[in-house]
């Protein structure tokens, strides 16, 4: 498993201030795997205990994390002479890989397993949104029997021929385009670096912001965390959205208007909102989001969480093992893509 090695490269789970984080998403099973390959440094290296003693870092090739990834500068990555690889147990590494990335230090992420769990959370809530069920579900509580399966307000393609806008088309909504187009969706892609010839081969349209909100029954928003796209979505786009669509949030809430929101759904009681994210998250105490009766708020969960953190450290793992084989990495983060990074 050490490639050939005369010995086995030193490794080191890390984390920011504590390591309560570390441990609980690397359990006794996952260190006992990682001990099989590497020479596993028996505790887990906090930024705190690296910043007292930076000749810790000296001997270490090898980096597993998770959340809670100490964002280090220029001077303190130096540190680390020997690191040869970064495995992260999570999706985005945008917090603290910069620095690790111009010093040359690969980087592999969790970020196909996040995809696969965010897209399979949207995925269901696309399917309940094109049958109307949020709304259905409300006019029944509240009308009883009165509720009937041939009511205008429920005369819907469902699966087949509704249209669905993806807003940024990134890993998840890459993989979500495969679990959608089978059961005969229109799906509509707005994403600058998209170029036709992709578009052709997903089986997508590309299109515009403004078009998606006016054109299709469901938009999910996809969108990576870039300053630049703070309240890109808004009143504007709110306001054109067709008779019974639902907007999905999976993104980041920062992207969102939440007052120009709030206001179209106060309006428009036809239009469902699905908010996994919000700005600030949660929302504040009185928020209107907590009493809109067409607002359906999770709190952050269409990643993974629970028992799936377990899936993350698989993806971790794995990749350094075939690593350690020489096989190629499809997980690896790329400097020329950071600022497009989600």
């Not at 290296?45 to 090739?61: H, S």
């Not at 403004?210 to 709110?238: K, M, R, W, Y």
């Amino acid at each position: 498993m050490n490639g050939g090695r005369e010995r086995p490269l030193k490794a080191a789970l890390i984390g920011e201030k504590s390591e309560r984080m570390v441990d609980a998403v690397y359990g006794e099973e996952a260190r006992r795997r990682i001990e099989e390959s590497f020479d596993l440094l028996p505790y887990t290296l906090t930024a705190e205990q690296l910043r007292a003693n930076p000749e810790i870092a000296r001997g270490i090739d090898v980096l597993f994390g998770t959340w809670g990834f100490p964002v280090l500068d220029e001077r303190e990555v130096a540190w680390f002479e020997n690191l040869k690889h970064i495995f992260y147990a999570a999706g985005s590494v945008r917090s603290f890989a910069l620095p690790f990335l111009k010093a040359g230090v690969p980087i592999s992420s969790s970020k196909l397993t996040n995809a696969r769990v965010v897209a399979d959370f949207c995925l269901g809530q696309i399917l309940l949104s094109a049958k109307r069920f949020f709304q259905n579900v409300s006019q029944f509580r509240n009308f009883g029997p009165a509720v009937s399966p041939v009511d205008p307000r429920f005369c819907f393609d469902g699966y087949a021929g509704t249209k669905v806008g993806l807003i940024g088309c990134g890993r998840v909504s890459r993989r979500l385009i495969d679990l959608l187009r089978p059961r005969g969706f229109e799906i509509l892609v707005v994403d600058p670096y998209l170029s036709l010839a992709d578009c052709e081969a997903m089986g997508v349209a590309k299109a515009e912001l403004g078009e998606v909100f006016a054109t299709c029954d469901i938009v999910s928003n996809h969108l990576p965390n870039l300053p630049e796209l703070e309240h890109c979505i808004g009143e504007a786009q709110f306001e054109r959205m067709r008779q019974g669509a639902t907007f999905l949030n999976t993104g980041r809430g920062a992207q969102v208007d939440e007052e120009g929101l709030v206001s179209i759904l106060t309006r428009r009681s036809d239009i469902v909102a699905l908010l996994d994210v919000t700005d600030p998250e949660p929302p504040t105490d009185g928020s209107a989001l907590y009493c809109l009766p067409n607002v359906w708020l999770s709190s952050h969960i269409a990643g993974c969480v629970g028992g799936e953190v377990k899936l993350l450290v698989e993806e971790a793992i794995a990749s350094a093992e075939r690593w350690l084989k020489g096989e190629p990495l499809e997980n690896l983060e790329d400097l020329l893509l950071f600022e497009q990074m989600a």
